[in-house]
């Protein structure tokens, strides 16, 4: 059983920064390519930044680029996503997500998800 739990969301000024967290517990994490989305009230769930199962490659959708930076450690079975220079269209419920499903990072096609974590940014 795979499971994902997110934190580090919160409240914050924009301008400021937070750094989410996700472990994933189950075996089998260094084989699973990772994502992050988020989903804003109204709006329907997209991407936002993605990294490969070595690491070694990041994704990032245009509107994070320069801002936002995906890792992971595969020794803890941890994902993280550094969010910096937050703006308030950044506000969201932001979701990790384990082993995606095809070759398209870009995609929604992961198998396991987490719970989400809100991150509110106020202007």
């Known amino acids: 059983q795979v499971q994902l739990v997110e934190s580090g969301g919160g409240l914050v000024q924009a301008g400021g920064s937070l750094r989410l967290s996700c472990v994933v517990s189950g075996r089998g994490f260094s084989n699973y390519a990772m994502g992050w989305f988020r989903q804003a009230p109204g709006k329907e769930r997209e991407f936002v930044a993605a990294i490969s199962r070595s690491g070694a490659s990041t994704y990032y959708t245009d509107s994070v680029k320069g801002r936002f930076t995906i890792s992971r450690d595969n020794a803890k079975s941890m994902v993280y996503l550094q969010m910096n220079s937050l703006k308030p269209e950044d506000t969201a419920v932001y979701y990790c997500?384990?082993?995606?499903?095809?070759?398209?990072?870009?995609?929604?096609?992961?198998?396991?998800w987490g719970q989400g974590t809100q991150v509110t940014v106020s202007s």
């Open positions: 997500a384990a082993d995606l499903i095809g070759y398209n990072y870009y995609t929604n096609e992961y198998r396991y």
